[in-house]
């Protein structure tokens, strides 16, 4: 079983799936249970997108656990954009959106809410 397939037993109305993998989650009917429309379902590598995910759960007193499916591609796919190539303080920026997600993650934890990154 891979690290995307063991979220397949979590409670979809209680849960957040950010797929940043933008994949097709590997079990059954995942996009009747986890979709955009019902708030519990990015799919985005974008650290922008990733951030207001995160605040717009946070929000969603239902929200009890977010799964972030896969932090290195967020990470990856930040460095690799063309506009990381072109502005000279690219690091400093792709940093502060990495601190943005982190410290807001680390609030976000509480007896309540639970973050699993994979």
């Known amino acids: 079983m891979g690290k ?6 979590l409670d979809c109305e209680s849960t ?9 989650l590997p079990f059954k009917k995942f996009k009747l249970n986890y979709n955009e429309e019902k708030g519990n379902y990015l ?7 990733c951030v207001n995910g995160l605040k717009a759960s946070h929000k ?9 499916d896969t932090w290195s591609r967020i990470m990856t796919d930040a ?8 502005e000279k303080d690219s690091i400093s920026g792709v940093s502060f959106l990495q601190l943005s997600m982190i410290y807001l993650t680390s609030s976000m934890i509480n007896l309540e809410r639970i973050l699993l990154f994979m």
Request: aromatic residues 2%; glycine residues 2%.
């Open 4 to 9: 995307s397939t063991s979220g397949r037993n």
């Open 16 to 24: 957040m799936i950010l797929n940043s993998d933008q994949k097709a």
């Open 43 to 49: 799919q985005t590598s974008n650290t922008t997108e």
């Open 60 to 68: 969603n007193p239902e929200i009890k656990r977010v799964l972030l």
């Open 79 to 86: 460095v690799m954009s063309p506009d990381f190539r072109k």
